[in-house]
């Protein structure tokens, strides 16, 4: 028999727990025996001390088994999905998810809210008027089965003491500590029962993980410690020093996916970070033989219509309206004051804090500060410009969508003041900065 309190003390003083003390303590926060003071205490110790590989493994399973583990029987494909570490105009998902179940994969996709000045795949879904982000386990297996995909929000009944410890995590300043971060993510990941997983770290300005290096070293750990779990992985490493899309908003980002889909106007740092992970996923579910064959098919996907009958069949299936394709002006809300921010001088753009363009989106409505604030749906930001492009004084560097004129002047100060503007034009670097292959652990990582 543990004591909590002895386990804490332990990895205050920087002693390494053994798997049975971690699973006693996980099991502990899903049946609440173990209180919030105590999670707290335990993952401030975390932030401090870190974890050994062995803790860090014995972490991430204990929580996936905290829930229940999905299982996949009789399917005629592999069963895969993509984590993102977030970031500013960032809908990834709403792409990548139809494009690898139009060529053959089922991906249960569980995704969050946004949080701060990054957006959630979920805040953006249920933008769509009826759709249903919540329908219980059994529902959301049987429309994966049915259907390929299915996107909807954490229960209880996956991984259900990541709810709990990322809750204290988000109030305690240990959200940042990299074992409490890959056991959070892979702990979610592996209860969905995938046979593979693509990441997609981001660093930059606009991530939350701003520095390169620690942006690929967590591509390391956490696909080495997927892969050690049983989990095929690979990462991508990508920059957000810039918004990734035109919009940062959360109907807004659904309209600039479903103009995608349709061949409307692709985002070209958009497409390729969208290309390059589905091809990803592809080539580790064996639905492609080489990265060359997997890039084809999943641009075959996007040319040929399949996504986007792939998007519209899980709008529909999940309670949003089956025209939401040919006419989602229709269907999403629409700000009620937009209107265009110009530039104060002429040059070129030669820098965005793209942490300050998400924080806007927060700002007028888009975002939430806490858990439990709402969400506006309408507002955001699009047409937004990028690094590099000239821009002439009184040429737009953005449209702004508020619901008031008093808010819409205040944003634009706040625009204007987070894009930099030069002389001389600078070239915007490639969004992808290298690919991690998911393999066990060695030496050097």
Known sequence: ????????????????????????FVKGVASDEVSDAQIAAFTMATW?????????MALTLAMRDSGKVLSWANLDGPVVDKHSTGGVGDMVSLLLGPIVASCG??????????????????????SIPGFNTYPGIDRFQQWVRRHHLAIVGQTNELASADRRIYAVRDVTATVASPPLIISSILSKKLAEGLDALVMDIKFGSG???PAREDAISLAHELSATACEAGLPCHALVTGMDEPLAWTAGNALEVMEAI?????????????????????????????AENPQSARAKAIASLESGRAAEQFAAMVAAQGGPAQLLQNPERFLPQATFSRPVSANENGYICKIDTRAVGALVVFLGG??????????HSVGISAISGVGQRVE?????????????????????????????????????????????????????
């Open 105 to 126: 994969a089922y991906v249960p996709m569980i995704s969050g809210r946004g949080l701060g000045h990054t957006g959630g795949t979920l805040d953006k879904l249920e």
């Open 393 to 445: 004084r009184e040429s737009p560097l953005g449209m702004i969508h508020a619901n008031s004129e008093q808010t819409w002047e205040q944003a634009a100060t706040r625009l204007r003041a987070a894009v930099t503007i030069g002389p001389d034009r600078v070239e915007s670097p490639a969004v992808i900065d290298q690919r991690v292959r998911g393999e066990a652990f060695d030496a050097n990582h």
């Open 48 to 56: 401090f001390r870190g974890m050994t590989r062995d803790e860090q």
């Open 367 to 376: 975002g939430r500060r806490r858990a439990s604030d709402p969400i506006d």
């Open 207 to 209: 991530a939350f993980t």
């Open 1 to 24: 028999m543990h004591l909590v309190q002895e386990l804490i003390l332990k990895k205050r003083d920087g002693v390494p727990l053994s798997e049975e003390e971690i699973r006693f």
């Open 259 to 287: 103009r995608f889909l349709r061949g409307d106007a692709r985002h070209p740092r958009l497409e390729s970070v969208v290309i390059a992970l589905s091809a990803e996923l592809l080539l580790l579910g064996g639905l």
